[in-house]
């Protein structure tokens, strides 16, 4: 793979990026983050100001929506902390108040986009992915990765004529490790970037190994060579070939 995609491929516009929603309306919140995890979005919901900076400063996200007037706080102090510690998120202010004063300044502290509710939630989806196509896949729709190619909008993986078929799990860690080349990648941090702070509650993070060892499995399949690593005790690395 070439430098130029790792350098601008990260979580692109595809499910299984992480989202933030910030979003005090309870109603509202469930039915948001319904639709997204729904879309195939690891979607966490902060239902106040308190806990969107607590999930702030213990996870990254690769976008994140927030609602200006929360109760206990004010979001545009939020976008500063994610700009501040995550320079990286993409940021879409969500907010009753259709004020160009509360436009412009969430758009001067860094927010990528402005939707006033109400809004159907097939154009906020596609604000997000137009905003993770802007910032991370400009606008190519292909990469090779090895052996592999990669097609992020259709979510497939081909190696010469044979697709790998991989499920929704095994595409989005395949892409974790892609944007982490050479990194050595532990079982929590996969844990957490595929199930969000729900992994937090779980016995064990054994169902990696099961996954990574599926994804192997039909790479070795198809007859394309096989980059990942195992770091004992550690984690696991995707080796650049």
């Known amino acids: 793979m070439s430098a130029y995609f790792y350098q601008h491929f990260l979580f692109l516009e595809i499910a299984f990026m992480k989202i933030l929603l910030v979003e005090d309306e309870h109603s509202l919140g469930e039915t948001i983050?319904?639709?997204?995890?729904?879309?195939?979005?690891?979607?966490?919901?902060?239902?106040?100001?308190?806990?969107?900076?607590?999930?702030?400063?213990?996870?990254?996200?690769?976008?994140?929506?927030?609602?200006?007037?929360?109760?206990?706080?004010?979001?545009?102090?939020?976008?500063?902390?994610?700009?501040?510690?995550?320079?990286?998120?993409?940021?879409?202010?969500?907010?009753?108040?259709?004020?160009?004063?509360?436009?412009?300044?969430?758009?001067?502290?860094?927010?990528?986009?402005?939707?006033t509710k109400p809004f159907h939630l097939s154009e906020l989806n596609s604000r997000i992915r137009s905003l993770q196509r802007r910032r991370n896949f400009e606008g190519n729709t292909e990469m090779q990765v090895g052996d592999l190619k990669i097609i992020p909008s259709q979510h497939e993986v081909w190696f010469q004529q044979k697709e790998l078929g991989l499920t929704k799990k095994e595409f989005a860690l395949l892409l974790f490790f892609v944007s982490n080349k050479n990194r050595v990648i532990s079982k929590e941090a996969i844990a957490e970037h595929l199930w969000g702070d729900e992994a937090d509650a779980l016995d064990s993070f054994d169902f990696v190994y099961s996954h990574i060892k599926n994804l192997r499995k039909k790479i070795h399949a198809v007859g394309a060579a096989d980059a990942f690593t195992s770091i004992y005790g550690i984690g696991y690395k995707l080796i650049d070939t």
């Open 33 to 115: 983050s319904g639709y997204l995890r729904q879309e195939g979005y690891v979607c966490e919901w902060a239902r106040n100001f308190i806990s969107a900076e607590e999930k702030v400063d213990l996870y990254t996200y690769d976008c994140a929506l927030i609602d200006i007037s929360l109760p206990d706080g004010n979001g545009l102090d939020i976008v500063k902390s994610i700009k501040k510690s995550q320079p990286q998120a993409g940021i879409i202010i969500i907010s009753a108040k259709n004020s160009v004063d509360d436009k412009i300044s969430g758009l001067d502290l860094g927010a990528d986009d402005y939707l």
